[in-house]
Nanobody, 126 residues
């Protein structure tokens, strides 16, 4: 069964850090671009970051540039999102998603992704 599972969410104070992990089971992420998305209550889902299948290209939403870093470890079959200097407006459910592609770049359009995790809650208190 192909599955993506996010972990690492939780409650953190403003200015703190969290590291989210997206683990794949049933398939290898080596040939998949992975995106991170988030959805806050009452808001549309938004793209946060993505990383190409090779890991050579990454993208970030303007709101998280300089604070979040996406990376992949193909030996562990995971993609991580390191989040630092967290703000209350980062509070949301965070999802990872994967799409099979060998393109050199990645996109933060959720419609491009085929497989989704169940999400992990991130809450940043002020």
């Amino acid at each position: 069964q192909w599955q993506l599972v996010e972990s690492g969410g939780g409650l953190v104070q403003s200015g703190g850090s969290l590291r989210l992990s997206c683990a794949a089971s049933g398939f290898t992420l080596n040939y998949y671009a992975v995106g991170w998305f988030r959805q806050a209550p009452g808001k549309e889902r938004e793209g946060v970051s993505c990383i190409s299948s090779s890991g050579g290209s990454t993208n970030y939403a303007d709101s998280v540039k300089g604070r979040f870093t996406v990376s992949r470890d193909n030996s562990r079959n995971t993609v991580d999102l390191q989040m630092s200097s967290l703000k209350p407006e980062d509070t949301a459910v965070y999802y990872c998603a994967a799409v099979g592609t060998l393109r050199a770049t990645c996109v933060m359009d959720g419609n491009e992704y085929d497989y989704w995790g169940q999400g992990t809650q991130v809450t940043v208190s002020s």
